[in-house]
């Protein structure tokens, strides 16, 4: 009875202070630990799965090597291998040194009800991430930090419902604004003069989270209906979120 | 799983507590699960999840393993430490969720007192109770949530697609329920401590 109702009133007063609990820390603090290695383990069973799925591919560039040396093939192998793992880790570090004050983190684990769109990223207070950071990949805009912890963080996707940025279409410079809607994105609030097209390239607006100029993605059907004040538009994310694994965050 | 020394005192402790004149065995004798296999089982869930509910899911929703877990152990013990644990687990999932406040720690909670409480009653006259069980443990903890999150004043962005899906977590949770019922038998309580 003490113990539930000890667990009861620390989350209470949590709530009421609007920092993380104890619980919340000690819990985030050790299951870092684990996520990162299971993290670990399914970027290494993606990357088994991805080079078996290219062996058809790699075997037919290599016959004539295999015939002449089977040493040669399994050197080849390998450094297909190295080329197929290391262009995201490369195009993050590049991102990170063209953007300077980015952090790069690993994603290491999700929502575990998938009512929201969450990722957690293992880089933390301790790293200088803050709340309300915007966090990219090398194809564009993930989303934003809006829960830290020592040693790591939960970043909001941009397509959760609950999302919402600052958004301008590239060609015409129409404002607007990006909501989540779970699998894609909705550009809502576009004036009704705005000459959008499918395939308009969308991006972030300056705002509380980003920079100007970070591609969220692209036009893919646009609502135009009579009457209405604004005409809204679906934008599928550039990023692909079902295989996120490094991630940059923008210091503010 | 063997019985300590201890549990069998106390079934024997429960049988001879029946009114005098009573020759029947209680419905429902309680059966704990050591606190060590309950934390573990909550440590694989939570894992699970975390690393896997995206690519789970089915029409938006993923299986419940933390909600199955603790209607499990509440079923076995009772109301009072069905509560705790309940409490303990949606604690370790609002940590991991981030966005969600102590809602998970309280819908959890309830729903584990709620399986606790009938674990007594309706719940322990058969196995196949425990699946349909645990589909209505799977939603209510699903609606404890959403009141708890609208009372902590971040309302769910997408109320329909939400319910939605969680109908088809409580149909995923009853069927895993069910999987593991049919594989394991022993996890839904002794029969010989049903009447």
């Known amino acids: 009875m003490i113990v539930a109702a000890a667990i009861a009133l620390i989350q209470l007063e949590s709530l009421k202070t609007g920092k993380p609990s104890v619980i919340a820390i000690a819990v985030s603090s050790v299951a870092i630990f684990a996520q990162d290695a299971s993290a670990l383990i399914g970027e290494t069973v993606r990357g088994g799965a991805a080079s078996l799925a290219n062996a058809p591919r790699l075997a037919g560039q290599n016959a004539a090597l295999r015939e002449k040396n089977r040493a040669l093939r399994a050197e080849n192998a390998r450094l297909r291998e190295a080329l197929e793992e290391s262009p995201d880790a490369r195009a993050i570090a590049a991102l990170a040194a063209q953007l300077g004050s980015g952090t790069v983190a690993t994603v290491v684990g999700y929502d575990p009800e998938n009512v929201s769109r969450t990722v957690t990223i293992d880089r933390g207070s301790v790293a200088g991430v803050k709340l309300d950071d915007g966090v990219i990949d090398d194809d564009g805009v993930v989303g934003r930090v809006v829960n830290v912890e020592p040693l790591s963080s939960t970043v909001l996707l941009v397509t959760d419902g609950a999302s919402k940025l600052p958004a301008v279409v590239q060609r015409g410079r129409w404002w607007g604004i990006a909501t989540g809607t779970s699998s894609a994105i909705r550009l809502e609030y576009v004036s009704q003069d705005a000459k959008l097209r499918l395939g308009d390239a969308v991006v972030t607006g300056e705002g509380r989270s980003f920079h100007a100029g970070f591609e969220i993605g692209v036009v893919t059907r646009i609502d135009h209906p009579e009457g209405a004040l604004y005409q809204t538009a679906v934008v599928t994310p550039s990023v692909a979120f079902g295989r996120l694994a490094h991630v940059v965050v923008l210091a503010r | ?195």
């Open chain 2, 1 to 195: 799983m063997g019985r300590s020394p201890a549990d069998v005192a106390r079934t024997r402790a429960l049988w001879t507590a029946n009114k005098p004149g009573e020759t029947a065995a209680p419905a429902y004798v309680p059966d704990p699960p050591a606190w060590w296999q309950a934390g573990l089982a909550l440590a694989a869930a939570l894992l699970v999840q975390t690393s896997l509910a995206a690519h789970l899911q089915f029409r938006g929703a993923t299986i419940s393993f933390v909600t199955l877990i603790v209607a499990w152990y509440a079923v076995r013990t009772g109301s009072l430490r069905g509560l705790t644990f309940g409490l303990i687990a949606g604690a370790c999932e609002d940590a991991l969720a981030g966005s969600t406040g102590a809602a998970w720690t309280f819908a959890t909670g309830l729903v584990g007192l709620a399986c606790g409480r009938f674990c007594g009653t309706w719940f322990a006259d058969t196995r196949l109770a425990l699946i349909p069980g645990a589909a209505v443990a799977t939603f209510l903890r699903y609606c404890a949530f959403a009141v708890a999150m609208q009372l902590e004043g971040r309302p769910i962005p997408l109320p329909l697609a939400h319910l939605h899906a969680a109908f088809w977590q409580s149909a995923l949770d009853a069927l895993v329920a069910f999987a593991v019922l049919q594989t394991i038998p022993r996890l839904g309580g002794s029969r010989a401590h049903r009447r």
